[in-house]
Nanobody, 124 residues
């Protein structure tokens, strides 16, 4: 079973930046896409960003385009999310996950296995 460990969250003022990291361990991830998700209090978990195996394709939810950048290091089985110009509405617990299908990463309900997440709090 895949194990996912997210880190890098914290408290930041609006307009600030954070860089999240996720380390995946378990079966081979060769060919797997990776993605970031978030869940705010009282809301459903939502897709944030995804990247394919080679890094040649990325996808973002509209509200983070131009502010967030997803990247990966296949030698370390890690995926990162650079978050700039943070807004209070970005406050949530952030999670990562992985799937052989790049498109399926847009559907959080696909996944049963999640890490503990990392809390991001943006103050106004």
């Amino acid at each position: 079973q895949v194990q996912l460990v997210e880190s890098g969250g914290g408290l930041v003022q609006a307009g600030g930046s954070l860089r999240l990291s996720c380390a995946a361990s378990g079966p081979s991830f060769v060919g797997y896409s990776m993605g970031w998700f978030r869940q705010a209090p009282g809301k459903e978990r939502e897709f944030v960003a995804a990247i394919n195996w080679s890094g040649s394709s990325t996808n973002y939810r509209d509200s983070v385009k131009g502010r967030f950048t997803i990247s990966r290091d296949n030698t370390k089985n890690t995926v990162s999310l650079q978050m700039n110009d943070l807004k209070p509405e970005d406050t949530a617990v952030y999670y990562c996950n992985t799937d052989i299908s790049f498109l399926r990463l847009k559907i959080p309900t696909t996944f049963k296995n999640w890490g503990q997440g990392t809390q991001v709090t943006v103050s106004s």
